[in-house]
């Protein structure tokens, strides 16, 4: 059974940095994609970044240029670094395998104030 926990949420003000941690146990990561994710309050999760086997990342707009996404296939982790936060990007963040495990972690909350 796979497991996702992620870890490194919290409250930041506006133009603030947070980096995110994501631990997979039950996968080799080194075989998958992996993702970054986050719901908002009131809103359906949405994909934020993705980052290929090989290390290739993809991001959504409204995060590129502000927001990392890298992997440790030997630690079987996954990392969101998040730079110049908006209150926008206040939610639940949560990370994957791709394709999914079909199951999801506690997800880590990160709030930016304004």
């Known amino acids: 059974q796979v497991q996702l926990v992620e870890s490194g949420g919290g409250l930041v003000q506006t133009g603030g940095s947070l980096k995110l941690s994501c631990v997979v146990s039950g996968r080799s990561i080194s075989s998958y994609g992996a993702a970054w994710y986050r719901q908002a309050p009131g809103k359906q999760r949405a994909l934020v970044a993705m980052?290929?086997?090989?290390?290739?990342?993809t991001y959504v707009d409204p995060v590129k240029g502000r927001f990392i996404i890298s992997r440790d296939n030997a630690k079987n982790m996954v990392y969101l670094h998040m730079n110049s936060l908006k209150p926008e990007d206040t939610a639940i963040y949560f990370c994957g395998t791709v394709p999914s495990a079909g199951s999801w972690g506690p997800g880590t909350q990160v709030t930016v104030s304004s």
């Open positions: 980052i290929s086997t090989g290390g290739s990342p």
